[in-house]
């Protein structure tokens, strides 16, 4: 069981490729994935900016393509997965560290504060195109979770860090420690892998549902960038994160874009 989820994890929330194909097995046929409806104010918290205007929330949830289990809606961009249906606790302890959620006040965003702790991080090979994938499975699982028995938690956050001109340079793939290790986390017997203690962080955000490769996925950066401008707040130019919370294509997916306060 504890592999079965490792790879279920891998392939949701680190993989950024998609198969379109009606005959792919696109949800668990289980209760847990059944299809559940939600409005942008239930999926957000924030009003949309009325400069968005491209936002796919007007219009019904689904897509052109056909899946055998019926659920076509979630093949394309869709309303996000609720962050409380995501961060459910299970016997082994909570999935998602304290993250502390707010209105920001503002359209286009909301403001979430990360607690001080420790993840475990490793680099991502950036020509490799399977980069993302990798750092997660050679590095992460196979180097440091395997050994130490260490569960799964969510999100997977993605550092990327930026060039002058807004290109990805460098990369680093990140887990949270969880929370029965966080006072004493087992030592990295890799360079592969190290323990760090973050900060206590503030970030913005911009929740999506859908896959990391889709395009519309990427414009929601620059939303969240012109949404902060337009609200007078200063972030980082250097950096944006991706934070992964869902196992791709079973069922309802949540991905957010974000970008650190300064």
């Not at 918290?45 to 019904?60: H, L, M, N, R, T």
């Not at 680093?172 to 017997?189: C, F, R």
């Amino acid at each position: 069981m504890f592999k079965l989820l490792a790879v279920l994890a891998l392939v949701g929330a680190c993989v950024a490729h998609r198969f379109k194909g009606g005959h792919y097995r696109q949800t668990k046929d289980k209760d847990d994935y059944a299809y559940k409806s939600s409005s942008w104010e239930e999926a957000h918290e924030y009003d949309e900016c009325p400069e968005f205007d491209d936002s796919y929330e007007e219009d019904a949830e689904g897509s052109g393509d056909t899946a055998k289990n019926g659920m076509h809606h979630f093949m394309s961009r869709h309303h996000p997965k609720l962050i409380e249906d995501t961060c459910i606790n299970v016997d082994a302890g909570p999935v998602c560290p304290n993250f502390s959620r707010e209105e920001s006040g503002h359209c286009g965003f909301e403001t979430v504060t990360i607690p001080k702790g420790w993840w475990m991080v490793a680099d991502i090979d950036m020509a490799d195109e399977m980069g993302v994938r990798n750092a997660y499975k050679e590095k992460i699982y196979y180097g440091y979770r395997t050994p130490n028995k260490i569960r799964f938690m969510i999100p997977v956050i993605v550092k990327w860090h930026l060039d002058e001109d807004g290109n990805r340079v460098k990369g680093k793939l990140a887990m949270y420690v969880p929370p029965e290790h966080q006072e004493a986390p087992p030592a990295s017997t890799t360079e592969k892998v190290k323990i760090e203690e973050w900060p206590e962080t503030k970030v913005y955000v911009r929740p999506y549902g859908g896959y990391r490769d889709d395009a519309a996925f990427g414009t929601q950066f620059g939303h969240l960038r012109k949404a902060l401008d337009k609200a007078g707040l200063s972030y980082k130019d250097d950096e944006e994160w991706e934070a992964g919370y869902t196992y791709l294509r079973y069922g309802r997916q949540r991905i957010e874009a974000m970008v650190i306060a300064n």
